[in-house]
């Protein structure tokens, strides 16, 4: 299982989900959408977004348990997407 985090530096929200990720035991591969043009084009105004084996799983305000939701629902990364776009708590 891949868990990319994809982020921009001063995105307080990318902050919020990498913490999030983090209190979960993980430790995804951040990629700076401003450093590269596809992921740009298509995340620009999404991030953060998290991506499980290349499939968006979440994006946008998230917390602990909303990400922990999203990468261990069952076919996450397989089916569509899901966008987690308010806190749930």
Do not use: F, K
């Amino acid at each position: 299982m891949e868990i990319v985090l994809v982020t921009r530096q001063g995105c307080h929200l990318c902050d919020q989900a990498l913490a999030a990720l983090r209190s979960l035991g993980v430790e995804p591969e951040l990629r700076d959408v401003d450093a590269d043009a596809q992921l740009h084009d298509v995340y620009d105004w999404r991030v953060p977004v998290v991506l499980l084996d290349g499939r968006v799983v979440a994006e946008g305000r998230m917390d602990g348990r909303s990400v922990a939701a999203a990468i261990q629902r069952p076919g996450a990364g397989r089916e569509g997407t899901l966008s987690l776009g308010a806190d749930s708590t």
